[in-house]
């Protein structure tokens, strides 16, 4: 079964796209990468975001999580980012969830009490070389059953 | 009474020739030399000088517009290139009176032996050189383009991965690059090279290290980049880059030329490191402000603008190439102020390693009062005069 999720994975990857930096596609590879090693199932997962950022920059991204539903969110970025942050933030704007020890690829699981949209903050807290790309999926895990 | 009267005249005596040492002859002339007075110009005229105010502005105004109309245009050419010649990340155009025309093979060839040169490949933050050729009739509907004045769009205010430079060329460098008979004097290929990788400027340090924490970059900004004009100025001494380079100590301009700079340049070059600090950190602020189109203008003429430090357009070459990458880099990107994330990379107070550079260039000159040579022979011609006599004197009184 993994196997099966891994080569999806691969099948969806997209390819590299003319003109796309080095950087860029580093961390789409990456991200896939991410969604193929935390996915249980199918890797439906829609890549919310991705950009560059300065050190001590930082992101903000809305998404719709479905209640009942567990996530895993996640975030990489290229190879000279050293820290990043993510935060999952609450409808109302404040922190529900927030990994910052996991340096490069931080992840966040999550089971959302309602269907609603939630905001996702990434901080570039360390990059060596400005500016650092990066990528976040929220992936669907598991429905839990009503 | 007769010895009173020998010391009065002893005294008058001496008197006499400290006046004959000092004081001019009546009616002397001047020389006749010219006085070089190297930090004035003449004035022109209140219209003159006003219709100059407005010129400047008028020409600053428009590389502005340049500048983001550039922005624009260039991004589509910039995906070419990033598509085509995969491993660089320099594109190169040229337009002559506001018309695109194509890059003489001759400098296309050059600015990519300079980007080979800074090692420099594919880079996070890419570089569009946009060179401006000077047109020979002038349009005269507007005041003339500045030749070789330089411009320099940062990332953060395109698409934030392109650094844009405009270069707009001197009427020699145009007939250079055109290969025009009127030039005699064959150029060496190595010379353009270095003129156009000068040309390049903050952009090439942006492609090298990509873009400085707010510290580093709010500190380049208030100084208008003056110490980051090229990442690499080839070997020290090679080309005077100032009116101070040129200078000679055999000649009285020397010193002109020494005073027409700031007082924190002179005690630089004095070799004292409070002055090499003070001179480099001019402009370093706990709360930065860069400014939204973050514009870089700069005139490389060196007889048009007084430095702040002696060579200092290459001083943060040298300290990249001193500390080398993975230090510089931190300073670069370092959220920490100015003075300590330098110190850092330099393992030195930056006034002293400053101190050093600068002795490198420059043999160290002598401040503060110094009698004139000749002035301390008089004085001590004159004491042992005083003394001689008072000994001669005293060994006539003895009584026997």
Redesign the interface.
Same mark, same amino acid.
């Given at each position: 079964m993994r196997a099966i999720v891994v080569l999806l994975a691969i099948l969806t990857m997209p390819s590299a796209m003319?003109?796309?930096?080095?950087?860029e596609r580093q961390v789409q590879e990456r991200v896939q990468r991410a969604v193929a090693a935390v996915a249980t199932s199918s890797p439906s997962a829609v890549v919310k975001g991705s950009g560059?950022l300065?050190?001590?920059e930082a992101s903000s991204f809305k998404t719709t999580l479905i209640q009942g539903t567990s996530y895993a969110i996640v975030a990489v970025c290229d190879d000279?980012c050293s820290r990043l942050q993510l935060t999952l933030l609450s409808p109302s704007g404040s922190d529900l969830a927030k990994e910052r020890n996991s340096e490069s690829l931080p992840t966040l699981h999550f089971t959302a009490q309602a269907t609603a949209v939630y905001g996702i903050r990434v901080v570039m807290e360390g990059?060596?070389?400005?500016?650092c790309w990066y990528a976040i999926a929220v992936v669907p895990l598991s429905k839990l059953p009503s | 009474m007769a010895s009173l009267k020998r010391w009065v005249l002893v005294g008058v005596g001496a008197c006499v020739a400290l006046a004959l040492a000092y004081l001019p002859p009546r009616g002397a002339k001047p020389s006749g030399r010219e006085v070089l007075f190297l930090a004035q110009s003449r004035r022109g005229t209140p219209a003159r000088q006003r219709a100059q105010a407005v010129a400047d502005e008028w020409r600053a105004a428009d590389g502005s517009l340049r500048l983001l109309r550039a922005r624009r245009q260039l991004q589509e050419l910039?995906?070419?290139a990033?598509?085509g010649t995969r491993g660089s990340s320099l594109v190169v155009v040229s337009e002559s009176a506001d018309v695109a025309i194509a890059t003489p093979p001759l400098a296309d060839s050059a600015i990519h032996v300079a980007w080979r040169q800074l090692g420099l490949g594919?880079t996070?933050v890419k570089v569009a050189v946009i060179i401006q050729w000077a047109t020979l009739s002038a349009a005269r509907d507007r005041p003339l383009s500045e030749e070789g004045s330089y411009a320099y769009l940062a990332?953060?205010s395109t698409d934030?991965?392109t650094c844009i430079a405009v270069v707009s060329l001197v009427r020699y460098w145009t007939r250079v690059f055109a290969r025009d008979p009127r030039v005699r004097v064959q150029v060496p290929f190595d010379v353009v090279v270095q003129s156009l990788k000068a040309g390049l400027g903050p952009c090439a340090f942006y492609a090298a290290?990509?873009? #400085?924490?707010?510290s580093v970059r709010g500190w380049l900004v208030s100084r208008g980049w003056d110490l980051a004009l090229t990442l690499d100025a080839g070997a020290r001494g090679r080309q005077a880059n100032s009116l101070f380079g040129m200078a000679d100590p055999r000649y009285g301009w020397y010193w002109e030329a020494i005073y027409s700079l700031p007082p924190t340049a002179v005690a630089c070059l004095a070799s004292r490191p409070e002055g090499c600090r003070a001179a480099v950190l001019a402009g370093a602020s706990d709360d930065p402000v860069i400014p939204v189109p973050d514009i870089v203008s700069m005139d490389r003429r060196w007889w048009t603008r007084v430095p702040r430090l002696v060579e200092g357009g290459r001083f943060l070459g040298d300290v990249a190439r001193a500390v080398g990458r993975d230090r510089f880099?931190?300073f670069w990107?370092s #959220?920490l102020p100015v003075d300590t994330a330098l110190a850092a990379a330099l393992k030195r107070p930056v006034g002293e390693w400053t101190a050093d550079w600068q002795r490198d260039f420059v043999e160290p000159i002598r401040l503060g009062p110094v009698p004139p040579l000749g002035g301390v022979t008089i004085a001590l011609l004159i004491a042992a005069l005083a003394v001689a006599v008072v000994a001669i004197t005293a060994s006539r009184r003895q009584v026997r």
């Amino acid at each position: 079964m993994r196997a099966i999720v891994v080569l999806l994975a691969i099948l969806t990857m997209p390819s590299a796209m003319p003109g796309q930096q080095r950087w860029e596609r580093q961390v789409q590879e990456r991200v896939q990468r991410a969604v193929a090693a935390v996915a249980t199932s199918s890797p439906s997962a829609v890549v919310k975001g991705s950009g560059m950022l300065n050190t001590s920059e930082a992101s903000s991204f809305k998404t719709t999580l479905i209640q009942g539903t567990s996530y895993a969110i996640v975030a990489v970025c290229d190879d000279d980012c050293s820290r990043l942050q993510l935060t999952l933030l609450s409808p109302s704007g404040s922190d529900l969830a927030k990994e910052r020890n996991s340096e490069s690829l931080p992840t966040l699981h999550f089971t959302a009490q309602a269907t609603a949209v939630y905001g996702i903050r990434v901080v570039m807290e360390g990059c060596r070389w400005n500016p650092c790309w990066y990528a976040i999926a929220v992936v669907p895990l598991s429905k839990l059953p009503s | 009474m007769a010895s009173l009267k020998r010391w009065v005249l002893v005294g008058v005596g001496a008197c006499v020739a400290l006046a004959l040492a000092y004081l001019p002859p009546r009616g002397a002339k001047p020389s006749g030399r010219e006085v070089l007075f190297l930090a004035q110009s003449r004035r022109g005229t209140p219209a003159r000088q006003r219709a100059q105010a407005v010129a400047d502005e008028w020409r600053a105004a428009d590389g502005s517009l340049r500048l983001l109309r550039a922005r624009r245009q260039l991004q589509e050419l910039l995906r070419e290139a990033s598509a085509g010649t995969r491993g660089s990340s320099l594109v190169v155009v040229s337009e002559s009176a506001d018309v695109a025309i194509a890059t003489p093979p001759l400098a296309d060839s050059a600015i990519h032996v300079a980007w080979r040169q800074l090692g420099l490949g594919e880079t996070k933050v890419k570089v569009a050189v946009i060179i401006q050729w000077a047109t020979l009739s002038a349009a005269r509907d507007r005041p003339l383009s500045e030749e070789g004045s330089y411009a320099y769009l940062a990332p953060d205010s395109t698409d934030r991965t392109t650094c844009i430079a405009v270069v707009s060329l001197v009427r020699y460098w145009t007939r250079v690059f055109a290969r025009d008979p009127r030039v005699r004097v064959q150029v060496p290929f190595d010379v353009v090279v270095q003129s156009l990788k000068a040309g390049l400027g903050p952009c090439a340090f942006y492609a090298a290290y990509g873009t #400085p924490g707010k510290s580093v970059r709010g500190w380049l900004v208030s100084r208008g980049w003056d110490l980051a004009l090229t990442l690499d100025a080839g070997a020290r001494g090679r080309q005077a880059n100032s009116l101070f380079g040129m200078a000679d100590p055999r000649y009285g301009w020397y010193w002109e030329a020494i005073y027409s700079l700031p007082p924190t340049a002179v005690a630089c070059l004095a070799s004292r490191p409070e002055g090499c600090r003070a001179a480099v950190l001019a402009g370093a602020s706990d709360d930065p402000v860069i400014p939204v189109p973050d514009i870089v203008s700069m005139d490389r003429r060196w007889w048009t603008r007084v430095p702040r430090l002696v060579e200092g357009g290459r001083f943060l070459g040298d300290v990249a190439r001193a500390v080398g990458r993975d230090r510089f880099l931190s300073f670069w990107t370092s #959220p920490l102020p100015v003075d300590t994330a330098l110190a850092a990379a330099l393992k030195r107070p930056v006034g002293e390693w400053t101190a050093d550079w600068q002795r490198d260039f420059v043999e160290p000159i002598r401040l503060g009062p110094v009698p004139p040579l000749g002035g301390v022979t008089i004085a001590l011609l004159i004491a042992a005069l005083a003394v001689a006599v008072v000994a001669i004197t005293a060994s006539r009184r003895q009584v026997r």
